[in-house]
């Protein structure tokens, strides 16, 4: 341990945030109080957030049926509070504060009242139920999501001439991108003609401001959680720059690490203490836009993620702080590059697998001698369609399995014989995203526009699909200890726990706009621990079923 504290000194950037909770949810209440309103009396499904002045960490439980809330002792220190609810269509009446003593419970009921504002409101997920068109004419919406939400979209007055030009700008920016860091990619054909985009453009204009100051169509929204979905407790750790992205997540040993998507950094946090120890990740490519993507543990305990566009693999040792750097080859690295993903057994014949976005290049190097392969597994694919590669991850004979992003399909390349093998997802358009594959070469893959998780049987070469509630958008999925699947998307704030075996699901509202991403579990604890990064927030999310 003395070691871990110290590389935190010689290596990184420290940071200690205020305020260590501690994160066992037992014992008596510490705040406790009662939602209703004049609409509805006792209101149920009510995020309700508690943050200790300067605080960098925010506690939340949700209502019950009978509108009470209680916030466990061991979670809110003495001290004043400030008390902030979620309920779509509701706004909390006059400000909510609260005095937390030690050794007795605070009581503050909460009175809400309509809102005078419902479209700040929406999620993505229910402005999308509200747009008029059909599901073909939303679905490239779905892009639009990784760097910002649709509020800037619906909000607009551009009309269809004017909306090719912004979709075309649009597309010339990185995916690290976000509104208050945006950043381009240095390859123009990444950016269609204007004149390309006049299909999608004319939608947008039809559910936009552009020919009136109000919308035309009715504002849907999604139900507020029930029952055993009420039953949680979720706490947000602020980051420290709002430029932060953690993207993807992985729990180890207590800690917390991700990969910032927008910044040069690989990160650990440590949620006993609060401590956030940051590691510089090397800019190979000034200039470029700069993030790390993946991030994965190899069997001997060592970190690997890629760079996206500053063309490199980096492998980061936990013990020492040291990252090793396996930049792709010259022969290879153009402007157009964009390396994702990883995939790791290289313990099985010493190489290490990823891919280019920009060309659907699937890339191998020799850790021994750095030399690069590379292999164009798309056009085995003969669909006569247009089709992209998504994730790329290594099964336990360092096959690599490739996700098809825009129709649908798995893929496999055979680590020896180099064979090429396409599996079509039994849902049309599913655009396969990220992939787990367990110790048994079972592959869960997410459906992001199919909406469903797939579990694929690579024995049988059988896939196995479960739905998800409408408009989830799955990013990545994981299974925990007890084989239930956890997972959420960049659209309803919602966080899915589905029971494969009873069909039976849980939604647990976030108390922010959380983009999800990557997800982890935390099998240590009991019940099991949710992890997740808000990627346009700066926070770490923890979610806590009590049950």
Same mark, same amino acid.
């Given at each position: 341990?003395?070691?871990?504290?110290? /590389?935190?000194?010689?290596?990184?950037?420290?940071? &200690?945030?205020?305020?260590? &909770?501690?994160?066992?949810?037992?014992?008596? =209440?510490?705040?406790?109080?009662?939602?209703?309103?004049? =609409?509805?009396?006792?209101?149920?499904?009510?995020?309700?957030?508690?943050?200790?002045?300067?605080?960098?960490?925010?506690?939340?439980?949700?209502?019950?049926?009978?509108?009470?809330?209680?916030?466990?002792?061991?979670?809110?220190?003495? +001290?004043?509070?400030?008390?902030?609810?979620?309920?779509?269509?509701?706004?909390?009446?006059?400000?909510?504060?609260?005095?937390?003593?030690?050794?007795?419970?605070?009581?503050?009921?909460?009175?809400?009242?309509?809102?005078?504002? /419902?479209?700040?409101?929406?999620?993505?997920?229910? #402005?999308?139920? $509200?747009?008029?068109?059909?599901?073909?004419?939303?679905?490239?919406?779905?892009?639009?999501?990784?760097?910002?939400?649709?509020?800037?979209?619906?909000?607009?007055?551009?009309?269809?001439?004017? #909306?090719?030009?912004?979709?075309?700008?649009? !597309? @010339?920016?990185?995916?690290?991108?976000?509104?208050?860091?945006? !950043?381009?990619?240095?390859?123009?054909?990444?950016?269609?003609?204007?004149?390309?985009?006049?299909?999608?453009?004319?939608?947008?204009?039809?559910?936009?401001? $552009? $020919? $009136?100051?109000?919308?035309?169509?009715?504002?849907?929204?999604?139900?507020?959680?029930? @029952?055993?979905?009420?039953?949680?407790?979720?706490?947000?750790?602020?980051?420290?720059?709002?430029?932060?992205?953690?993207?993807?997540?992985?729990?180890?040993?207590?800690?917390?690490?991700?990969?910032?998507?927008?910044?040069?950094?690989?990160?650990?946090?440590?949620?006993?203490?609060?401590? *956030?120890?940051?590691?510089?990740?090397?800019?190979?490519?000034?200039?470029?836009?700069?993030?790390?993507?993946?991030?994965?543990?190899?069997?001997? @305990?060592?970190?690997?993620?890629?760079?996206?566009? !500053?063309? =490199?693999?980096?492998?980061?040792?936990?013990?020492? +702080?040291?990252?090793?750097?396996?930049? *792709?080859?010259?022969?290879?690295?153009?402007?157009?590059?964009?390396?994702?993903?990883? +995939?790791?057994?290289?313990?099985?014949?010493?190489?290490?697998?990823?891919?280019?976005?920009?060309?659907?290049?699937?890339?191998?190097?020799?850790?021994?001698?750095?030399?690069?392969?590379?292999?164009?597994?798309?056009?085995?694919?003969?669909?006569?369609?247009?089709?992209?590669?998504?994730?790329?991850?290594?099964?336990? !004979?360092?096959?690599?399995?490739?996700?098809?992003? &825009?129709?649908?399909?798995?893929?496999?390349?055979?680590?020896?014989?180099?064979?090429?093998?396409?599996?079509?997802?039994?849902?049309?358009?599913?655009?396969?995203?990220?992939?787990?594959?367990?110790?048994?070469?079972?592959?869960?893959?997410?459906?992001?526009? +199919?909406?469903?998780?797939?579990?694929?049987?690579?024995?049988?070469?059988?896939?196995?699909?479960?739905?998800?509630?409408?408009?989830?958008?799955?990013?990545?999925?994981?299974?925990?200890?007890?084989?239930?699947?956890?997972?959420?998307?960049?659209?309803?704030?919602?966080?899915?726990?589905?029971?494969?075996?009873?069909?039976?699901?849980?939604?647990?509202?976030?108390?922010?706009?959380?983009?999800?991403?990557?997800?982890?579990?935390?099998?240590?604890?009991?019940?099991?621990?949710? #992890?997740?990064?808000?990627?346009?927030?700066?926070?770490?999310?923890? &979610?806590?079923?009590?049950?």
């Amino acid at each position: 341990m003395q070691s871990r504290l110290k /590389l935190g000194l010689a290596a990184s950037a420290a940071f &200690v945030f205020l305020q260590a &909770v501690p994160v066992q949810a037992a014992g008596p =209440a510490a705040l406790t109080g009662q939602v209703t309103s004049a =609409a509805e009396g006792a209101m149920e499904g009510v995020v309700v957030t508690a943050r200790k002045t300067g605080s960098k960490t925010a506690i939340s439980v949700i209502s019950d049926a009978q509108g009470h809330f209680s916030f466990p002792a061991d979670r809110l220190e003495p +001290g004043d509070y400030s008390i902030k609810i979620r309920a779509v269509g509701y706004d909390l009446d006059g400000k909510a504060t609260a005095n937390v003593a030690k050794d007795k419970a605070a009581n503050v009921d909460l009175k809400l009242d309509k809102t005078k504002d /419902l479209p700040r409101q929406l999620t993505n997920a229910e #402005w999308m139920m $509200s747009m008029p068109g059909s599901e073909e004419q939303k679905a490239p919406l779905l892009n639009c999501t990784s760097c910002h939400t649709y509020q800037r979209i619906v909000r607009s007055t551009h009309d269809v001439e004017e #909306w090719m030009h912004v979709i075309s700008r649009m !597309q @010339g920016y990185a995916a690290v991108s976000q509104p208050i860091k945006p !950043q381009r990619v240095m390859d123009p054909a990444r950016a269609a003609a204007p004149e390309q985009n006049r299909k999608f453009a004319e939608f947008l204009a039809t559910v936009n401001l $552009s $020919s $009136s100051d109000t919308w035309k169509y009715e504002l849907k929204t999604l139900a507020r959680p029930k @029952g055993e979905s009420t039953k949680v407790i979720i706490t947000e750790y602020d980051l420290p720059r709002a430029t932060t992205e953690p993207h993807d997540i992985i729990v180890k040993d207590g800690d917390v690490w991700y990969s910032d998507f927008g910044e040069l950094y690989i990160s650990k946090f440590d949620p006993k203490t609060l401590k *956030l120890t940051e590691y510089p990740t090397k800019e190979f490519k000034p200039g470029f836009p700069v993030g790390n993507l993946d991030l994965e543990v190899a069997k001997d @305990g060592t970190f690997w993620f890629d760079t996206m566009y !500053q063309a =490199a693999l980096g492998n980061l040792d936990p013990k020492t +702080g040291d990252i090793k750097w396996y930049p *792709l080859g010259q022969e290879f690295n153009d402007f157009k590059v964009q390396m994702n993903f990883v +995939g790791l057994r290289h313990d099985i014949d010493g190489k290490v697998w990823t891919k280019n976005v920009a060309t659907g290049d699937i890339f191998r190097v020799d850790l021994a001698s750095q030399n690069w392969e590379r292999f164009q597994p798309l056009k085995e694919l003969k669909n006569g369609k247009h089709n992209t590669i998504y994730q790329v991850a290594s099964d336990s !004979q360092n096959n690599l399995w490739m996700a098809e992003f &825009v129709n649908g399909y798995l893929g496999k390349i055979d680590a020896k014989t180099l064979k090429v093998t396409w599996y079509p997802v039994p849902t049309p358009n599913a655009r396969a995203r990220r992939m787990v594959i367990d110790d048994h070469d079972q592959i869960l893959v997410t459906e992001y526009r +199919g909406n469903k998780l797939a579990m694929f049987d690579t024995k049988t070469e059988k896939f196995t699909e479960y739905s998800l509630p409408p408009l989830t958008f799955p990013y990545r999925a994981k299974a925990d200890k007890n084989g239930e699947i956890w997972t959420g998307g960049m659209s309803t704030d919602r966080i899915v726990r589905y029971n494969p075996k009873t069909g039976k699901t849980f939604e647990y509202l976030m108390p922010d706009d959380v983009n999800v991403r990557s997800v982890d579990i935390d099998n240590s604890t009991t019940p099991v621990s949710f #992890w997740t990064g808000s990627n346009h927030g700066a926070a770490l999310v923890k &979610v806590e079923p009590l049950d």
